[in-house]
């Protein structure tokens, strides 16, 4: 078991791949956030479930030319379990994701709070998001 108090290399390179997806959606690039995904990866989105990457990658495109959406995610709360099944490192990473999104005006405000949860695997000298559920905590504003 790997808690918050006992950060690894593996527990710090998984929550930088959920920082930096979130990071290149805010950024205008969310393409670029295909790279933390598994090949056989699940992203749960808007009440959908894309399966693979050639799925999450349609999800990035279509979030990308959406221009007119400008977002900011914040993460909060993070809690961090790790453990070795036979020789299949897995880490999961539960946080609360809040969600704000530009106004017309270019205040930010909070559209919604999502508890989510980052499945993740190591294969092939590399760790990838395996899984990302969500589960809206606050309505949409």
């Keep these: 078991m790997v808690s918050p108090a006992e ?3 593996a527990v710090g390179h998984c929550r930088a ?4 997806y979130h990071r290149d959606i805010d950024s205008g ?3 670029a956030g ?8 699940e992203f749960e989105a808007h009440g959908r479930v894309f399966r693979g990457r050639d799925e999450i990658l349609g999800f990035l495109k279509a979030r990308e030319a959406n221009t007119g959406r400008q977002t900011v995610h914040v993460l909060a ?4 379990t790790g453990q070795d099944d036979g020789g299949d490192d897995k880490v999961e990473l539960q946080t609360m994701v809040l969600l704000h999104v530009r106004q017309p005006d270019g205040a930010y ?8 949860v980052h499945r993740f695997r190591y294969s092939g000298g590399q760790w990838r998001i395996t899984q ?3 589960r809206p905590l606050h309505p949409t504003v």
């Design 77 to 80: 709360n993070e809690v961090v």
């Design 7 to 9: 950060p690894s290399d």
């Design 132 to 134: 990302r559920t969500s």
């Design 17 to 20: 791949l959920v920082v930096s």
């Design 109 to 116: 405000v909070l559209d919604r709070v999502l508890n989510t």
């Design 29 to 31: 690039r969310a393409t």
């Design 34 to 41: 295909i790279g933390a995904f598994a090949d056989d990866a």
